[in-house]
């Protein structure tokens, strides 16, 4: 083998450890943008979630504490959301939704109402559906240390049992 052909295979083998690095580096780059889109779609996900319970006990549970609790972890989801993605079209719209619900529990601070009582069948089954949905997610409130146990139970039996009355 002669000199030249030896820095040619040299410089290819170069160029083969090169193009190796970059298409890994690129396959790092892809999946760690394929992460940020599955916690951002998780997040979105969540975030409908929590809004539909915060509608339905807004209106048929209207517990403060409850209520502010659910906020905060919106506004906690959200301002994750938004550090993966800042200005993000669809978490922004979530952030100025919250703010028109945070006027409507203050008002409940202020002028406690009494809770609306569901009147068809359909409206009994979606809020007791929505009462299991919101224990499951106050018992992760629970387990994540964002409520007290005292809080946990209170918030539990009083749903439970408005379940049940239901």
């Known amino acids: ?59 048929y549970d209207r517990d403060v504490n409850l209520l502010y609790n659910l906020v905060n972890r919106m506004e906690k989801d959200i301002s ?26 203050i008002a409940l601070t202020e ?5 609306e009582i569901p009147g068809t069948d359909r409206q009994i089954f979606l809020v007791k559906r929505h009462f299991s949905q919101t224990l499951k997610l106050i018992r992760d409130f629970y387990q994540k240390g964002d409520i007290d146990e005292i809080s946990f139970n209170q918030h539990r039996n009083r749903l439970l049992l408005n379940s049940i009355m239901l």
């Open 80 to 105: 994750e959301g938004l550090t993966l993605i800042p200005n993000s079209p669809d978490l922004l719209e979530e952030k100025e939704s919250l703010l028109k619900i945070r006027p409507k529990i």
């Open 111 to 115: 002028e406690p109402l009494e809770p």
């Open 1 to 59: 083998m002669s000199f030249w052909g030896f820095i040619a295979l040299l410089l290819l083998t170069c160029i083969m450890v090169g193009a190796l690095y970059m298409a890994k580096k690129a396959t790092n780059k892809e999946l760690e943008l394929q992460k940020r889109r599955n916690r951002i779609r998780e997040i979105r996900s969540e975030l409908a979630d929590i809004d539909e319970l915060l509608q339905t006990l807004l209106l």
